[in-house]
């Protein structure tokens, strides 16, 4: 079994909790648990781990339903290799939301290291691939599970809906790099320059434009800087 690596995926699932919060929650009324949700992410990725957890059942004690705390802490769960309490901790989340994506891929992942549960999480797969938004990590789960079953043809083509779903992402982020870096602001230009490098899989084509926008003049010192209009 190839075991899950937090220090390398954290960063990714960090960002889908984040937006999953701001899809959950709206009103004034969800402003604290939001903002301790907030501080239980910066937490953990800041390394302080006893916190992050503290913080998280305090939000559950307040709103047991609270998906975006209840995926955080199934997501520790799996980085920690506790794959029944994590198995459970995703069932409470999808139970939560039922529709909600992040669940269903993080459940079929657990539920594909078993071959019992491999029925199950080809299942709930084939329904968040099915649904608008559907992410990298979906597919890449999906081969996963046609993988374990032994589905070379299936796990193939999923691997490689992911690898083009990946592939669009680095657009994003190339052109993301070219209005950071025309605007002055050169550490967010680089920053999404190396992301859509990591998408980009070796596409000899997608690095040629990449090079070029790191060597593309940025603003002189007589230009005042225009700030990229927000999405």
Request: aromatic fraction near 6%; glycine fraction near 6%.
């Amino acid at each position: 079994m190839i075991r899950p690596n937090a220090k390398d995926c954290w960063p990714v699932w960090a960002s889908v909790l984040a937006a999953t919060a701001l899809l959950t929650c709206s009103g004034a009324g969800r402003e604290a648990l939001d903002a301790r949700y907030g501080q239980a992410l910066a937490a953990y990725a800041g390394g302080d781990q006893a916190k992050s957890k503290l913080l998280l059942e305090e939000i559950l004690k307040e709103d047991s339903d609270y998906t975006p705390a209840l995926l955080m802490q199934a997501k520790i769960l799996y980085y920690a290799q506790n794959m029944d309490a994590a198995e459970e901790a995703f069932r409470a989340a999808q139970r939560s939301d039922s529709r909600n994506i992040d669940a269903m891929v993080g459940l079929a992942r657990v539920l594909a290291l078993k071959a019992e549960g491999r029925d199950e999480a080809l299942a709930l797969i084939q329904d968040a691939v099915g649904r608008s938004g559907a992410s990298v990590e979906a597919w890449y789960v999906k081969g996963l599970v046609h993988e374990r079953r032994g589905e070379v043809d299936q796990a193939i083509a999923a691997y490689r809906a992911a690898a083009n779903e990946g592939r669009r992402l680095s657009l994003v982020h190339l052109q993301l790099g070219q209005l950071y870096r025309r605007a002055g602001l050169q550490e967010q230009s680089e920053y999404e320059l190396k992301l859509a490098e990591a998408l980009s899989l070796g596409d000899p084509a997608m690095r040629r434009q990449i090079d070029a926008a790191r060597s593309s003049a940025a603003p002189s010192s007589g230009e005042a800087p225009q700030q990229p209009a927000p999405p």
